[in-house]
């Protein structure tokens, strides 16, 4: 749709009556720059409706938000956002952010990466304030906060947004811990098709890096990482290599978080997310991620093929998939052991639950921690992992046993890890089917 010409003649002008600052002193000046900002936001909405429309035809993720790169003592971290949390580009989180950024993460920490995103289309600062208290951001290692580019279409004044990004930050720290890695990603140029009009087009980027320097003083008056995304212009060229850019843009964030992250991890501080996620006395929020999967508790066949299959990879005599609250441990599948709840005190999987990597004890004779009665019944090896809820608590294992000791080294734990996730699912589906 073509600008009227009026408005096709004054693109410097806007430019420089959109720019934020001291209000000047001339109540004329102060009139023309307030009659062009009302008479450019309707433009401006008509402009984010078009946008919006181009990005629809785009290929777009509809698989799980949550990826996952394997690996030992896993960093949790939430994308929550619009923007590059959407996706836009590729047809599944394994290509867009999420995935490629657990994957740069895992390379460079040498450790597991799990990333959500909490993606949600047209939010703005104002509006996001009022959402991100009910993320659960206490539950995550690493947050990667990407807002604003609403706000650049609708051509919002830059004083609007320095006040509506500083309580948005005051809210997500009032929400995260503090011992979490909190990075601010800007707001990427506006993504429009070559058939598009070129002044509106051009006035909002320029309104958005405007923005963008805003958003680069308070992170560095508050001392926050800020990474500045560059993922092109053309909305043609979001299908040609979007994963690519993607990817490039992963690795900068991977860059910022991970010494932040190295640095909590070495700590192990016990406030941390990572030491509350294995604290199995973590109050009412572990116990209802709990009693979410413990909803049904007869055998799901499909996580019993999955147990088997783990034994079977590894040639043990013995598998179990445990659940463990404050008192007990039952199982919600088990191969050659019998099906009854136990203590948790005589629960291997509770040792499990409390580490963020494997449990591996290659001889329950030497290990003065073994409870008596695994022993009396022949138990020797143990190897579990930790089984998480959909909030990130560990409330369970996938464990394999044997009659007789092993080596740690001959057990490929990632292997065990994959079986892992692949329960994790089922329990998730089991849950969500009976909601």
Same mark, same amino acid.
């Given at each position: ?35 062009? #900002? !009302? ?9 984010? &409706? ?43 989180? #394994? ?8 994957? &740069? ?24 304030? !009022? /959402? ?28 609007? /947004? ?12 009032? @929400?995260?811990?503090?011992? &979490? ?92 997310? #990572? ?7 973590? !109050? ?22 999955? @147990? ?7 040639? @043990? ?10 008192? &007990?441990? /039952? ?105």
């Amino acid at each position: 749709m073509p600008l009227p010409r009026d408005h096709a003649r004054a693109p410097a002008r806007a430019a420089d009556l959109l720019r934020s600052g001291p209000v000047p002193a001339e109540a004329g000046f102060r009139s023309a720059r307030t009659a062009l #900002r !009302g008479l450019l936001r309707p433009l401006a909405w008509t402009w984010v &409706s078009r946008v919006q429309g181009e990005l629809d035809s785009l290929p777009h993720p509809v698989d799980e938000p949550r990826q996952r790169a394997v690996g030992p003592n896993a960093d949790h971290v939430l994308i929550v956002g619009n923007g590059a949390a959407i996706g836009f580009g590729v047809t599944s989180f #394994r290509l867009a952010l999420p995935g490629q950024l657990a994957r &740069s993460l895992a390379v460079r920490t040498g450790r597991g990466a799990v990333v959500d995103v909490a993606g949600r289309r047209g939010i703005t600062a104002e509006r996001a304030r !009022g /959402w991100v208290g009910d993320l659960g951001l206490h539950r995550y290692d690493g947050i990667v906060l990407t807002v604003g580019a609403t706000d650049a279409l609708r051509l919002l004044p830059a004083r609007h /947004w320095r006040f509506g990004l500083e309580a948005l930050l005051d809210e997500v720290d009032r @929400t995260r811990d503090r011992a &979490s890695v909190l990075v601010v990603l800007g707001i990427p140029p506006v993504q429009r098709s070559l058939h598009s009009s070129g002044f509106l087009g051009d006035l909002i980027d320029r309104h958005a890096l405007q923005l963008n320097e805003i958003t680069a003083e308070v992170c560095a008056s508050r001392g926050l990482p800020y990474v500045m995304p560059d993922m092109g212009y053309r909305a043609e060229a979001m299908s040609r290599g979007a994963a690519q850019r993607i990817q490039g843009l992963a690795g900068d964030l991977a860059a910022v978080m991970t010494p932040a992250l190295n640095g909590v991890s070495a700590r192990g501080l016990a406030t941390s997310p #990572r030491s509350a996620r294995g604290i199995i006395e973590a !109050g009412q929020d572990r116990q209802a991620a709990l009693d979410e999967l413990a909803l049904r508790r007869e055998r799901n066949p499909r996580i019993d093929q999955l @147990t088997r299959m783990a034994k079977l990879a590894f040639g @043990t005599r013995y598998a179990a998939v445990t659940l463990i609250d404050g008192e &007990s441990q /039952w199982y919600k599948s088990a191969i050659n052991l019998p099906d009854r709840v136990i203590p948790r005190s005589l629960a291997l999987c509770a040792r499990t639950v409390q580490q963020d990597d494997a449990l591996v004890i290659e001889d329950l004779t030497t290990d003065p921690r073994s409870p008596a009665p695994m022993l009396e019944y022949g138990v020797r090896f143990y190897a579990g992992v930790p089984i998480e809820s959909r909030d990130g608590y560990r409330v369970g294992a996938l464990c394999v046993l044997d009659d007789q000791p092993h080596a740690a080294q001959d057990f490929d734990l990632r292997l065990l890890q994959h079986f892992a996730i692949e329960i994790q699912r089922e329990l998730w589906q089991e849950a969500a089917a009976v909601e």
